[in-house]
């Protein structure tokens, strides 16, 4: 699902897909059409979104993709909410992991989580020229019963600036 927002002055436009469109982990069919159909898209058309929000995979991501034109996308996977088993993710130098494809060129890993559950927490704030989107992701503990006084640590922090 893609969502464009306007408040007076300002625009942006994020995606927000249910299945990752592109991810990092280990369980992963890395290449199958259904992760990189947005991606093809973007790439095609030359039309970028500010952010792009996914869950779906228990872990969390952040991570960018530069693109051709200069323009760098920042990823989000936000998927370690509640499921018990946590997705580890890859790395390159891992055999079972390719990254053969043109689509992987201008990828940088920026953050991740795969121990610990967690949410994300979004913020997003009028400023002089534009908008300004405070995400931050928060670990909890794995207990099988966490108590009312069970803190959430924060892991990731990041901030974009929509014009």
Same mark, same amino acid.
């Given at each position: 699902?893609?969502? =464009?927002?306007?408040? $007076?002055?300002?625009q942006?436009?994020? &995606?927000? =897909? @249910? ?5 990092? !982990?280990?369980?992963? !069919?890395?290449? /199958?059409?259904?992760e990189f159909? +947005?991606? !093809?898209?973007f790439?095609?058309?030359?039309? %970028? =979104? ?9 872990n969390?991501?952040r @991570? /960018?993709? %530069?693109y ?17 088993? +946590?997705?580890?993710? #890859?790395?390159?130098?891992?055999? %079972?992991?390719?990254?053969? /494809?043109? +689509?992987?060129?201008g &990828? ?6 795969d121990?610990?559950? *967690?949410?994300?927490?979004i #913020?997003?704030?009028k400023? /002089?020229k *534009?908008l ?6 928060? $670990? &909890?503990?794995?207990d099988?019963n966490?108590?009312?006084n ?6 990731? %922090?990041?901030? +974009?600036?929509?014009?």
């Amino acid at each position: 699902k893609s969502v =464009p927002f306007h408040l $007076t002055g300002c625009q942006g436009y994020f &995606i927000l =897909p @249910f299945q990752t469109i592109q991810t990092l !982990r280990m369980k992963s !069919r890395f290449n /199958s059409p259904q992760e990189f159909g +947005l991606i !093809r898209v973007f790439e095609e058309t030359g039309i %970028r =979104p500010d952010i792009v929000f996914s869950g779906h995979v228990h872990n969390y991501q952040r @991570f /960018s993709k %530069r693109y051709a034109d200069g323009k760098v996308i920042p990823y989000i996977v936000a998927g370690a909410g509640g499921y018990d088993e +946590l997705h580890p993710v #890859a790395f390159t130098n891992d055999e %079972r992991f390719s990254t053969d /494809s043109a +689509l992987m060129d201008g &990828i940088n890993m920026e953050s991740f989580c795969d121990n610990k559950h *967690g949410f994300l927490k979004i #913020a997003i704030e009028k400023a /002089s020229k *534009g908008l300004n989107l405070t995400g931050e992701y928060y $670990t &909890i503990p794995h207990d099988k019963n966490p108590d009312s006084n069970t803190e959430a640590t924060l892991a990731d %922090r990041f901030t +974009l600036a929509i014009s």
